[in-house]
């Protein structure tokens, strides 16, 4: 069984910065992408970030130049540098990634817990 373990979320003001952390642990195989999606109230999960394996990124529109995402694949993380937040970008931010399960030699789609993000004056 493969876990994600989110952290860094709290409570910022506009303008300030975050860094969200996501280690995975237990029966990896190998990881293929990884990412970071956020859900607000009342609003569907949206896909944030992403990187690929071999390191190409991909982002939503909205944080474009403000969100950098990063993995260290010796470390099974991934990151999720937060600068000039916005009200807007308040959510509960989740990992993802996408495992090869090393007992299983299953491909799986797996999730962390979630992490609160709270941009407010």
């Known amino acids: 069984q493969v876990q994600l373990v989110e952290s860094g979320g709290g409570l910022v003001q506009p303008g300030g910065s975050l860094r969200l952390s996501c280690a995975a642990s237990g029966s990896i195989f190998s990881i293929y992408g990884m990412g970071w999606y956020r859900q607000a109230p009342g609003k569907q999960r949206e896909l944030v970030a992403a990187?690929?394996?071999?390191?190409?990124?991909n982002y939503a529109d909205s944080v474009k130049g403000r969100f950098t995402i990063s993995r260290d694949s010796a470390k099974n993380t991934v990151y999720l540098q937060m600068n000039s937040l916005k009200p807007e970008d308040t959510a509960v931010y989740y990992c993802?990634?996408?495992?090869?399960?090393?007992?299983?030699?299953?491909?799986?789609?797996?999730w962390g817990q979630g992490t609160q993000v709270t941009v407010s004056s």
């Open positions: 993802n990634a996408d495992v090869r399960d090393s007992r299983s030699r299953r491909r799986v789609d797996c």
């Open positions: 990187i690929t394996s071999g390191g190409s990124t």
